[in-house]
């Protein structure tokens, strides 16, 4: 799977939108962009993911680039609760080999919601 | 009760202790993994479970022994663990191994060897 790489750390005002971003530049066709996030000593928690197109859930909009090389997670209010790791992930989807559901965690982006 | 549980929520146990970690899931999916998460470290896929089989084991030691009965419960058996084996250890489901299905993460357990 590709590899990504993110800022370590981004500040947002609380009501303001929270805008990611991620580079994926190795990014294959058959790969898809995921974001997770962590929030302090809890399980990750799944927030989108797309192929190409760009995509909006409940949570947030995943804006991908046309060439696929990079891509933004946009939290439209951010609020204290927003306060979390971000993690953008890079997965490829095939039914055998070794990547059965494979999530390869980096770092991530350390996102502060102050108010 | 919803999405993924796990028990115990915190364990310490010693080196030549045996304890099991157990997680449920209630969402129908057919895929479930063990991941570990080290102090300052990223998270890391242990074990793989697809319609009760194991597919994927990441270099894993053995004293890590997974047991998966049925698609809604797994367990990982610890037994002879080193004090660098704390960690939280995370479960997660998926409606199937493969495909663009997200993963669905329980709350961990914070494990603690003395």
């Known amino acids: 799977d590709a590899k990504t790489t993110q800022p370590p750390s981004m500040d947002c005002a609380e009501g303001r939108a929270a805008n990611l971003p991620c580079n994926h530049s190795?990014?294959?066709?058959?790969?898809?962009v995921y974001w997770y996030r962590q929030i302090h000593s809890q399980g990750p928690q799944y927030i989108i993911h797309?192929?190409?197109n760009n995509e909006t859930n409940e949570m947030a909009s995943l804006i991908i680039t046309e060439d696929r090389k990079s891509s933004t997670l946009i939290l439209p209010h951010a609020t204290l609760r927003d306060t979390a790791v971000y993690y953008c992930i890079v997965r490829a989807h095939n039914a055998g080999g070794t990547s059965y559901g494979k999530l390869t965690f980096g770092q991530g982006t350390i996102l502060t919601v102050h108010p | 009760e919803t999405g993924v549980t796990q028990t115990p929520r915190h364990l310490v146990m010693g080196m030549t202790n045996k304890k099991s970690l157990k997680c449920e899931q209630h969402?129908?999916?057919?895929?479930m993994y063990w991941y570990k998460q080290s102090a300052k470290k990223p998270l890391e896929l242990m074990f793989v479970y697809s319609l009760e089989e194991r597919v994927e084991n990441n270099s894993v030691p053995s004293r890590f022994s997974p047991e998966c009965p049925n698609s809604s419960h797994l367990f990982l058996h610890l037994h002879t663990l080193q004090p660098e084996d704390s960690a939280l250890y995370l479960c997660?489901?998926?409606?199937?191994?493969?495909?663009?299905?997200?993963?669905?993460f329980g709350p961990g357990t914070r494990l603690t060897v003395t």
């Open positions: 997660a489901s998926s409606q199937d191994a493969s495909g663009p299905y997200e993963q669905y």
């Open positions: 969402l129908g999916h057919n895929a």
């Open positions: 190795t990014i294959s066709g058959n790969e898809y």
């Open positions: 797309g192929l190409k």
